[in-house]
Nanobody, 121 residues
Framework: VQLVESGGDLVQPGGSLRLSCAAS????????MGWARQVPGKGLEWVSG???????YYVDSVKGRFTISRENAKNTVYLTMNNLKPEDTGVYYC????????????????WGQGTQVTVSS
């Protein structure tokens, strides 16, 4: 399993970013996927998840601002982030959830290496 995140950057508050996660080494369409983030000194915080059928879930703090999507033909999952806030700063990781619930960090099987998102003026 290989997960490679990209798209992180420094952005001003109110700005937008789209993160991508390219997956390989497994049958992507059969897996639920998700995103989590981490700031220094804190644990991994679940952000969003998407099941095989396209059902999506979000942590309350990003509802209405973030959108998770998947493109099975490209083995890629995306996280589109709008109206970014300083508290969204962190390293964002994508993960696979073969059998677990996408809303629980501990039920994910694998995580990528992460991409840094910094929201600051």
């Amino acid at each position: 399993v290989q997960l490679v995140e990209s798209g992180g950057d420094l952005v001003q508050p109110g700005g937008s970013l789209r993160l991508s996660c390219a997956a390989s080494g497994f049958t992507f369409k059969n897996y639920a996927m998700g995103w989590a983030r981490q700031v220094p000194g804190k644990g991994l915080e679940w952000v969003s998840g998407i099941y095989r059928d396209g059902t999506t879930y979000y942590v309350d703090s990003v509802k209405g601002r973030f959108t998770i999507s998947r493109e099975n033909a490209k083995n890629t999952v995306y996280l589109t982030m709008n109206n970014l806030k300083p508290e969204d700063t962190g390293v964002y990781y994508c993960g696979t959830a073969r059998h677990g619930r996408v809303t629980l960090v501990e039920e994910y099987d694998e995580w990528g290496q992460g991409t840094q998102v910094t929201v600051s003026s």
